[in-house]
T-cell receptor, first 116, second 113 residues
Framework: DVKVTQSSRYLVKRTGEKVFLECVQD?????MFWYRQDPGLGLRLIYF???????EKGDIPEGYSVSREKKERFSLILESASTNQTSMYLCASSLFSQRQENNEQFFGPGTRLTVL | GNSVTQMEGPVTLSEEAFLTINCTYTATGYPSLFWYVQYPGEGLQLLLK?????DKGSNKGFEATYRKETTSFHLEKGSVQVSDSAVYFC????????????FGQGTILTVHP
């Protein structure tokens, strides 16, 4: 089974702190994604990566950066946390494939971040 | 750009009732369509999918049919159970997007005994 793990289930940080959220997948997937989930807004894509050291902005990248130094690990960084970044953060991974049937994303359990 | 619109919730049903959650989409090209489910305290997991027009995805008693003419992918189940209580997300992937998904806002389903 594909497993996507996230470093913390719950995290509390203070405004202005630098925050690292880590995600690891064990199925050799090329694509990795970071989303934030907010009530009434669904999931919104922050950043994604389709290869080591490659990254692309998603729909809401402001205030975030990412790092992908190894294929299995994708980190989300909040350079200076703010209260409006309080949210649930979900990591996902998938195969890079031109075949439509091979495009399932597998999700981690999420990290609920509270910024005080 | 791509977008997904789901019916507003929350939806509250009694056990064994019929469920419909509406989903419509706007997309370029020929997208694949998905329903994901999120049980309390967990991440999302794929419930079903359809990759071309008129395909029907099904799993665990849930079904959805890809209707290109109405740009819809409504989720249905004939008889819901308490264990189906969860948040349901409709999503699409367009072929040019490196596997990026566009999600609807989610629909909370609560099933009472």
């Amino acid at each position: 089974d594909v497993k996507v793990t996230q470093s913390s289930r719950y995290l509390v940080k203070r405004t202005g702190e630098k925050v690292f959220l880590e995600c690891v997948q064990d199925m050799d997937h090329e694509n990795m994604f970071w989303y934030r989930q907010d009530p009434g807004l669904g999931l919104r894509l922050i950043y994604f990566s389709y290869d080591v050291k490659m990254k692309e902005k998603g729909d809401i990248p402001e205030g975030y950066s990412v790092s992908r130094e190894k294929k299995e690990r994708f980190s989300l960084i909040l350079e200076s946390a703010s209260t409006n970044q309080t949210s649930m953060y979900l990591c996902a991974s998938s195969l890079f494939s031109q075949r439509q049937e091979n495009n399932e994303q597998f999700f981690g359990p999420g990290t609920r971040l509270t910024v005080l | 750009g791509n977008s997904v619109t789901q019916m507003e919730g929350p939806v509250t049903l009694s056990e064994e009732a019929f469920l419909t959650i509406n989903c419509t989409y706007t997309a370029t090209g020929y997208p694949s369509l998905f329903w994901y489910v999120q049980y309390p305290g967990e991440g999302l997991q794929l419930l079903l999918k359809a990759t071309k027009a008129d395909d029907k995805g099904s799993n665990k008693g849930f079904e959805a049919t890809y209707r290109k003419e109405t740009t819809s992918f409504h989720l249905e189940k004939g008889s819901v159970q308490v264990s189906d209580s969860a948040v349901y997300f409709c999503a699409l992937k367009s072929g040019t997007s490196y596997g990026k998904l566009t999600f609807g806002q989610g629909t909370i389903l609560t099933v009472h005994p």
